[in-house]
C-alpha cells in the first residue's frame, strides 16, 4: 500500500500501466493533491492485505477503484476519492492507521482471502486421487477455518505451511482418514 497524490501518479509514482493512469487521470478529475492509494501485488510482491483491500474495495465502492491484471498472477489498483465518496481514503487511511484491518468491515474479507486458500487445500490437495483419502469436506474445512486461521503466514501465493504436518494433525484429530488401495 501506497499513499499518494494525484500529482505524484501524474509524475509516475506507484504501479500501474502506463495506459491504466492515463485513463485513470482522465477520469478522475481534481486537483494534484487529491489522495490516492495503490495496491499492487503479484506471486514475488506484495502481500495479503493488498489482495483484501482491491477486492474489499472491488465489492464494496466499484466507483472509488480502478484495477489492472498484472503479470505473475497480481493486480494493480488505484483507490481515489469521487463526489458520492468525497473522504473515502482519507477514512481508509485513519481507520487503519493503528490496525490495518480497521476499515469497516474489511476484516471479513481477510477472513474470506484465507478461507480461499483453505478451500484450494481442501479441494485440491487433500481430493488428490494419488494420495488417497477419506474426509468428510465440510468437517475438514470447519476445523481449519477455527483451530488454523491465522496461525499460518499467509502470502500472495497461498497459506505457507507444511503439508505433511498439516495431514498429521488432521489424521490425528479424526478428520482424515488413508484409503488402503487394493
Same mark, same amino acid.
Given at each position: 500500500?501506497?499513499?499518494?497524490? /494525484?500529482?505524484?501518479v501524474?509524475?509516475?509514482? *506507484?504501479?500501474?500501466?502506463?495506459?491504466?493512469?492515463?485513463?485513470?487521470l482522465?477520469?478522475?478529475? #481534481?486537483?494534484?493533491?487529491d489522495?490516492m492509494?495503490n495496491?499492487?501485488?503479484t506471486?514475488? #510482491?506484495g502481500?495479503?492485505?493488498?489482495?483484501?483491500?482491491?477486492?474489499?474495495?472491488?465489492?464494496?465502492?466499484?466507483?472509488?477503484?480502478?484495477?489492472?491484471?498484472?503479470?505473475?498472477?497480481g493486480?494493480n489498483?488505484m483507490?481515489?476519492n469521487?463526489?458520492?465518496?468525497?473522504?473515502?481514503?482519507?477514512?481508509?487511511?485513519?481507520a487503519?492507521?493503528?490496525?490495518?484491518?480497521?476499515?469497516?468491515? @474489511?476484516?471479513?474479507?481477510?477472513?474470506?482471502?484465507?478461507?480461499?486458500?483453505?478451500?484450494?487445500?481442501?479441494?485440491?490437495?487433500l481430493?488428490?486421487?494419488? /494420495? *488417497?483419502?477419506?474426509?468428510?469436506?465440510?468437517?475438514?474445512?470447519n476445523?481449519?477455518y477455527?483451530?488454523?486461521?491465522g496461525y499460518?503466514?499467509?502470502?500472495?501465493? *497461498?497459506?505457507?505451511?507444511?503439508?505433511?504436518?498439516? @495431514?498429521?494433525?488432521? /489424521?490425528?484429530? #479424526?478428520? @482424515?482418514?488413508?484409503?488402503?488401495?487394493t
Open positions: 500500500m501506497e499513499k499518494l497524490t /494525484r500529482l505524484n501524474q509524475c509516475g509514482k *506507484g504501479f500501474f500501466s502506463y495506459g491504466s493512469r492515463e485513463d485513470l482522465e477520469n478522475v478529475k #481534481g486537483i494534484d493533491t489522495p492509494i495496491f499492487a501485488y506471486d514475488y #510482491g502481500d495479503v492485505f493488498e489482495i483484501t483491500c482491491i477486492n474489499f474495495f472491488s465489492e464494496k465502492y466499484p466507483d472509488n477503484i480502478m484495477v489492472e491484471d498484472t503479470s505473475y498472477y493486480k489498483a483507490v481515489y469521487t463526489p458520492n465518496n468525497p473522504t473515502l481514503v482519507q477514512d481508509f487511511l485513519e487503519t492507521d493503528n490496525y490495518l484491518l480497521g476499515f469497516e468491515n @474489511i476484516e471479513e474479507t481477510f477472513q474470506d482471502v484465507e478461507d480461499k486458500f483453505f478451500d484450494e487445500f481442501v479441494n485440491y490437495v481430493t488428490d486421487s494419488l /494420495r *488417497g483419502y477419506a474426509f468428510d469436506k465440510e468437517k475438514v474445512s476445523w481449519l477455527e483451530e488454523k486461521s499460518y503466514n499467509t502470502t500472495t501465493q *497461498g497459506i505457507d505451511f507444511n503439508e505433511s504436518e498439516l @495431514i498429521k494433525e488432521l /489424521r490425528s484429530a #479424526g478428520l @482424515i482418514n488413508d484409503i488402503i488401495l
